[in-house]
């Protein structure tokens, strides 16, 4: 029975841009935000695929495994559009100290993160769409790169901290500041 099942898992490399292109550039577009680097990247995704034909083992189906080569892409572009903590340091729009009381470690009250109102109304979610894509953009690459890789991949930090080659203190000043800049930007611009 497993034989049959994965003799049915035959890649059919002809059909791939018909059926996968707008799916894969969506998802490469969703993460990049670089309508023409996430066209190449697709391109490449095919590219390295027909390459890999032989090493398809069937376990997946052929969009799973184009999304996952795809994946790695994405990665392989944060890692050379990062250039390390000493960058991200140079380019942070928010120093931390306005917001938190020295004395204390609690929220200035000039800086209290306000209520975000939550709604069911599809315009407005997509008006906070385009705004937080907005605010990423905003962010340095490394900062961008690591705070997609965790909240929108849902990457273990091991992975990110290795594929990024960055260390887990370095990790989460970024992550941290990533937030603290995101809450920031979405104040100034959605609230």
């Not at 209290?112 to 109102?117: L, Y």
């Not at 901290?161 to 887990?168: K, M, R, V």
Request: net charge negative; proline share 3%.
């Amino acid at each position: 029975m497993l034989n049959s099942t994965l003799e049915t898992q035959v890649l059919k490399p002809q059909l791939w841009v018909a059926h996968y292109s707008d799916y894969l550039y969506g998802y490469a577009l969703s993460r990049i935000n670089d309508p023409e680097l996430a066209m190449d990247l697709v391109q490449d995704t095919f590219l390295a695929a027909l390459q890999k034909v032989e090493g398809f083992e069937g376990k997946s189906t052929e969009k799973t495994w184009l999304t996952a080569i795809l994946k790695y892409k994405i990665i392989d572009v944060y890692r050379k559009k990062s250039s390390g903590l000493r960058n991200a340091e140079q380019h942070h729009e928010v120093e931390e100290q306005d917001f938190f009381d020295s004395g204390d470690g609690h929220w200035n009250t000039a800086h209290r993160p306000a209520d975000f109102v939550s709604t069911k109304d599809p315009l407005v979610e997509k008006e906070f769409e385009n705004i937080m894509q907005q605010c990423l953009k905003k962010l340095p690459n490394l900062w961008f790169a690591v705070f997609t890789l965790k909240h929108v991949e849902d990457e273990l930090t091991e992975q990110i901290c290795s594929g990024l080659g960055i260390t887990p203190t370095n990790f989460w000043v970024i992550m941290h500041r990533a937030k603290l800049n995101l809450r920031s930007c979405l104040q100034k611009n959605w609230l």
